[in-house]
């Protein structure tokens, strides 16, 4: 064969295998359709959808979601169910932008019937429009904007295992003004939607219950020097410094107010709780207090939440971290519904509105009309020797 | 001095700073350990700084090898060398964070931040001295050796003018090599001290000390020494008092308009004169 000849087969080759591999894959969705109509013998498919971010600044939260949400899908299909359920993920970088262009991806795939996310409030505000015209039932584990309920007016699909920021700016008021007693209160943030949000409203719940506002002030999250801020607080002195941001910087925080001789009690949000925040703070993390709205597992817990934290563990190597186990209860709640033979859009989502409660790892869960959970408490959380440990919920904590 | 930003300097530094943790678990050292103290100190710095400068270093010439060199062989625009610095820069980061994942690594600490004094209610802290002083004595080792010596005056001579440089004997290829690893050096050494003060480590750590780095330089004067330390320290200024001032969300704002204010008024940055002088 001569080399012209040669390379044309090459050619010709690569194309051959090409469309045998695109005919193989066509032949694949012709099954499940099969399946879906007449539900013959041969084991029938589903999916859930992941939507969330996997790389990129804020992978940590979606990763814990969607090893969570692994270790339900797991368990689902080895008990060797008729209907088994397979987990897509749909990497989103945390970025609404991201997530209107793979939108389109999830929403045209008829086999994906339900989705565990989005993560982000941001995110969700990006897709829910298009969620709801496809009748997409979504259940988020951490998505905690006030608004997102009414983005849509009169949608069915939004769902939350948590509850949204109000509620837990209220948690957190009432824990400082009651428990910590506080008199004087700086509040530092870093600027992004979630944690000036976050520090505001704690502010404004604080102060109208008599509190003084000592400062507030913005840090950075890229930066590393904090000292401008830092030098702001130990001025002021200030019994209680809130913080609203994620857990890198809170970490970084603390250790600087730490190291520059600030000795008031440290307060954060979800954002902050993570085995993260210990690491980046050092010695300097004790006695920081974590609220969150999540449940966070751990083995030592024991109980089903210590169960979760085991599976977790030996499915992914690793603990569980923040909204591991909403990311859990949000995919086992769905695979409940696929269960009961509601195996596709329209009655997965009549499943879902309907359900009166589900009995999830962390918590009880129910839905009100517009698809926030009903309320549930604050839980808090404290640094004692190096782990975070829980202190309990707002309502046993604040009396 | 080669008309180019170096964008992957921002990674240089970042290798920097993981080079010297590394050093320190190398020693034993993790977190949780105890601070040091006396001669057991200086030793765990100086090691921590050489790993760090002998890891920029040799990354920098590296870069140079791979990446620089063989596109101003072929004359490649300068364009050209600026994507693949950006190239790099997003290489290493990707490299790192696949390789170290993307989470804070922490730092043990090294240094007890003890208050030496008070001076108008600011503290002078340990850590904040070896930091000022140890910037003070590069500077000045860098800015002697670029003035006195015979290899620093062929950096200046290759920067003003590379042809004449090469006609009047002056390796342009050495020199060239010794410019990134100066600077591989110094990123080294300044991932050492950042570590040690900061006490963490993150593959995208490089990137906003390398724009302020940029930033210092145009400010103080590109291509000047002692401009790069005014920049540095101006730009250092600026911002905290814009934070203190306007608060922390404009210290950002408040610092970049000053800076565009002094390059309307003087495109040379503030001690730029005399280089914008021999230029012209």
Not at chain 2, 3 to 9: D, M, P, T, V
Not at chain 2, 31 to 44: D, I, N, R
Not at chain 2, 184 to 189: N, P
């Amino acid at each position: 064969m001569s080399q012209g000849k040669k390379r044309l087969f090459r050619v010709v080759a690569l194309f051959a295998i090409a469309a045998l591999a695109t005919a193989a894959c066509g032949d694949d969705d012709d099954d499940n359709a099969g399946d879906n109509g007449s539900g013959s013998g041969q084991k029938q498919t589903v999916k859930l959808a992941f939507v969330g971010p996997l790389t990129g600044d804020a992978a940590n939260l979606g990763i814990n979601i969607r090893n969570g949400a692994k270790v339900a899908v797991d368990d689902y299909n080895d008990g060797d169910p008729d209907v088994r359920v397979e987990l897509v993920e749909f990497d989103t970088q945390g970025d609404p932008a991201q997530a209107s262009t793979l939108k389109d991806r999830f929403i045209t795939d008829p086999t994906i019937i339900g989705i565990v996310g989005p993560t982000f409030s941001g995110e969700t505000r990006a897709v829910l429009p298009d969620l709801e015209a496809n009748n997409l039932v979504m259940v988020s584990a951490s998505a905690t904007n006030v608004a997102l309920p009414t983005v849509v007016p009169n949608q069915r699909v939004f769902h939350r295992l948590v509850p949204d920021d109000d509620v837990q700016g209220k948690g957190v008021a009432d824990y400082i003004i009651k428990s910590l007693e506080a008199k004087n209160v700086a509040y530092i943030h870093d600027n992004s939607e979630y944690g000036k949000g976050l520090a505001e409203g704690t502010q404004k719940l604080v102060e109208a219950g008599g509190v003084r506002t000592a400062l507030i002030d913005a840090i950075d999250p890229k930066a590393q020097d904090y000292s401008a801020a830092v030098n702001k607080v130990r001025a002021a002195a200030p019994d209680v410094v809130f913080y609203g941001g994620y857990y890198a910087e809170a970490g970084r925080l603390k250790k600087q107010l730490t190291d520059a001789g600030v000795r008031a009690t440290f307060v954060s949000g979800d954002g902050a709780l993570d085995p993260g925040f210990i690491q980046s703070a050092g010695a300097a993390a004790e006695g920081a207090q974590i609220t969150c709205p999540c449940n966070l597992a751990t083995v030592d817990a024991g109980g089903k939440l210590g169960e979760f934290a085991q599976n977790y563990k030996d499915l992914n190597g690793v603990d569980p971290g923040t909204y591991s186990t909403e990311g859990h209860d949000a995919a086992a709640l769905l695979i409940e519904g696929i269960k009961d033979g509601n195996t596709d859009r329209q009655k997965l989502l009549a499943y879902v509105e309907d359900l009166e409660t589900f009995d999830g790892v962390g918590k009880e869960i129910a839905f009100e009309e517009n698809g926030n959970i009903k309320a549930t408490g604050v839980f808090f959380f404290e640094v004692k020797n190096g782990k975070l440990t829980l202190l309990g919920t707002t309502e046993e904590l604040v009396k | 001095m080669l008309r180019l930003i170096n964008f992957a300097h921002s990674e240089v530094f970042m290798i920097g700073i993981f080079a010297s943790l590394f050093a320190l678990h190398g020693l034993g050292i993790e977190a949780g350990s105890p601070p040091k103290h006396g001669m057991a100190l200086v030793g765990t710095l100086f090691v921590a700084m050489l790993a760090g400068m002998l890891a920029s270093g040799l990354t920098a010439v590296a870069l140079e090898r791979v990446a620089y060199r063989p596109l101003r062989k072929r004359n490649a625009p300068r364009l050209a060398a600026l994507i693949t610095a950006i190239g790099l820069s997003l290489f290493l980061q990707e490299l790192f964070a696949l390789r170290y994942g993307r989470n804070l690594l922490p730092f043990p600490r090294v240094l007890e931040r003890t208050q030496l004094a008070s001076f108008q209610g600011a503290d002078i802290r340990s850590d904040k001295v070896l930091v000022f002083v140890a910037a003070i004595v590069l500077m000045i080792g860098l800015e002697r050796f670029i003035a006195k010596s015979r290899l620093g005056r062929g950096v200046r001579a290759t920067a003003q003018d590379s042809e004449t440089a090469a006609l009047m004997g002056v390796n342009i290829d050495r020199v060239v090599v010794l410019t990134f690893l100066l600077g591989g050096l110094l990123a080294g050494a300044a991932g050492g001290l950042y570590g040690v003060f900061f006490e963490n480590a993150r593959y995208n750590i490089g990137f906003l000390p390398g724009i302020k780095a940029f930033t210092a330089a145009v400010l103080g004067g590109i291509g000047n020494v002692r401009g790069a330390l005014v920049g540095g320290l101006s730009l250092g200024l600026l911002e905290n008092w814009g934070a203190t001032v306007l608060g922390g969300e404009w210290k950002d704002v408040f610092a970049f308009t000053v800076l565009v204010l002094v390059l309307l008024f003087r495109p040379t940055g503030i001690l730029g004169e005399s280089l914008g002088k021999a230029r012209a």
